[in-house]
């Protein structure tokens, strides 16, 4: 199918033979894909889910433990990889998110350097993937099974289309990007390939091969599923003596009154869950036990077509001679949290959701069996590969190239020492307040302001601090510790100081702004009034939900 539409695909494109100096460029993203779901990484679900072939990347390269998401959220993810700018400069806040022909600054910079660029998978930045020589993308979110693809064509941009009906989403990108590889490459010239796949963004739907797998085995929990410490979290995402915890946060099992796990899950999924399923039956840790297993199942099932399927696309690397040729990078969108806190979906700044996997593999300059604590962060993505292309990294970039620290192993000794995170779309769909932050090696400051926008639909403000060294799993928020009252101090100012170094001014939402100021110092005052706020929130919620509304729009209006 690809192969009769190849030749009106194409655009044409400098004839640059390629040299040992000039590597192919793969770079691999999944969707939601969490770094304690690749067994490289040994977390819990390492023995029962292995992911051998992502691995590999592992063993025969680089592996990060500190790379970071400066936004935990699709679109806006996507876009500081696109551009290598955080998102209060690529004006992709949101899921409304999107970077137009002309912005799409790897895909362009990558062309000027002689490479021949396509983009093949998950887009989900709205406007046409135009920079790229040759595009097949899945529209929106796409769907798992039976998907179709928007590809160039003599129609205007969404009009043409081709269609897998039988196969699953990931198996259908990889048969593309096979198909690009032995039919669209130009082997006159090294290739930059964006290979993203849909999975395993939820709900998930793994291909009907893997429905066996796993299901025999119960999936270990996480300690913090069940065991919350009463210092974790804070007024931002308790409320008042706690009367928010049923509204703060989507959940595995049923303390989310409005979203949960266990609410959507029996009826996506049935053969998960008892026959004839009724929660009323079973105890609150019983259904959330249900819940949780499968989610994970269905997740973990996902993760296996991916990496089965990078195996097909290794395999063909290596037939063809290609595979110590090509810089191949993994990677996730973001983290995802995988029941952790009881929290689903990602968006937090808590570490599973703001870690993304990241793994290198380059033979000729890059060694084998190394793990750096670096801090990278998603917007050094694109000027560290096009460092690696030896192509010129613009001015607008605000990322930095790690090239040197993948090739010497030694990290600059310039190098940030923080990351900086910023969620805006208050409550959106999974109920998480807008925070922002700062993540060093080895504390974390998140601060919850609490509104949208435009200010409104305010949920309380509050502060805090997990110091990651003793406490990695972020149970105990120590910001009113007394004996950490110094380390807030300079937390607090370093914060201040990077959000204006990466242009976080506050001119880009004023209402907003207005409130992050109006809370910063946290006294006895804005603290009191925070408690107010969880009350009136409450109220508004209960109505809301009184009246059926499930889906108000939070991140805009009053």
């Known amino acids: 199918m690809l192969r009769t539409l190849l030749p009106f695909l194409l655009v044409s494109v400098p004839s640059i033979a390629m040299t040992a100096d000039r590597p192919n460029i793969l770079y691999i993203m999944s969707d939601d894909h969490a770094a ?30 500190n790379a970071f998401c400066t936004n935990s959220i699709c679109s806006p993810s996507r876009a500081c990889v696109m551009t290598g700018q955080y998102n209060h400069t ?36 709205h406007h046409e993937p135009a920079d790229f020589d040759y595009y097949c993308v899945l529209p929106g979110q796409g769907k798992y099974h039976d998907p179709e693809f928007l590809v160039r064509g003599d129609k205007p941009w969404g009009k043409n289309k081709l269609q897998f009906p039988g196969k699953h989403s990931s198996d259908a990108i990889t048969d593309l990007t096979l198909d690009w590889l032995k039919d669209g490459w130009d082997q006159e010239q090294p290739f930059f390939l964006m290979h993203h796949y849909k999975a395993p963004h939820d709900y998930f739907e793994n291909a009907e091969r893997y429905e066996s797998y796993l299901a025999d085995v119960q999936i270990p929990e996480p300690d913090t599923l069940w065991h919350r410490d009463p210092k974790f979290g804070s007024l931002a995402t308790r409320g008042t003596n706690d009367e928010l915890l049923p509204h703060i946060g989507t959940s595995i099992g049923g303390r989310n009154l409005r979203r949960s796990y266990l609410g959507d899950l029996p009826s996506l999924y049935p053969n998960e869950f008892p026959k004839d399923f009724d929660p009323a039956k079973y105890s609150d840790e019983e259904n959330t036990r249900f819940a949780y297993q499968a989610y994970l199942k ?14 097909r696309l290794f395999q063909h690397l290596e037939q063809t001679g290609q595979i110590d ?16 806190h009881d929290y689903q979906d990602k968006r937090w700044m808590f570490e599973e959701s703001q870690r993304m996997p990241f793994l290198v593999r380059y033979p000729k300059s890059i060694p084998a069996g190394k793990r750096y604590d670096t801090i990278i962060e998603n917007v050094d993505y694109a ?14 970039v605000q990322g930095r190239s790690f090239k040197s620290l993948l090739e010497t192993g030694n990290e600059p000794a310039d190098w940030k020492q923080a990351a900086y995170y910023r969620y805006w779309m208050h409550m959106a769909h999974h109920d998480n307040p807008g925070h922002l932050g700062i993540r060093t090696k080895t504390h974390k400051l998140i601060y919850f302001y609490g509104c949208n926008y435009d200010g409104g639909y305010q949920t309380p403000a509050g502060w805090e601090l997990y110091d990651l060294v003793n406490d990695p799993q972020e149970t105990r928020n120590l910001y009113d ?3 950490q009252a110094e380390r807030v101090a300079e937390l607090k100012a370093q914060l201040a100081r990077l959000r204006q170094s990466v242009g976080d001014d506050g001119s880009h939402h004023p ?7 109006e809370f910063w110092d946290y006294d006895e005052a804005d603290r009191a009034k925070a408690r107010k706020i969880s009350h009136q929130y409450l109220q508004r919620r209960q109505a809301e939900l009184k009246a059926g509304k499930l889906n108000t729009r939070t991140w805009q209006g009053e």
């Open 36 to 65: 304690p779901a690749i067994s490289a990484y040994g977390s819990r679900l390492a023995d029962v889910a292995p992911t051998p072939n992502i691995d590999r990347l592992a063993k025969e390269g680089a592996l990060f433990t």
């Open 90 to 125: 690529n004006g992709a806040f949101d899921l409304s998110g999107r970077v137009a022909p002309g912005e799409q600054m790897l895909a362009i910079q990558m062309g000027k350097a002689g490479y021949q660029t396509a983009m093949i998978g998950k887009w989900h930045l």
């Open 298 to 311: 269905k997740y973990l099932r996902c993760v296996k077509g991916i990496d089965d399927n990078l195996g």
């Open 325 to 340: 040729n090509t810089i191949i990078i993994y990677t996730g969108d973001q983290g995802f949290m995988l029941g952790e």
């Open 383 to 396: 000027p560290t590969m096009l460092a690696l292309a030896g192509a010129e990294i613009p001015a607008s």
């Open 481 to 483: 510790d007394p004996d």
């Open 511 to 517: 209402k907003c702004e207005a409130i992050v100021q």
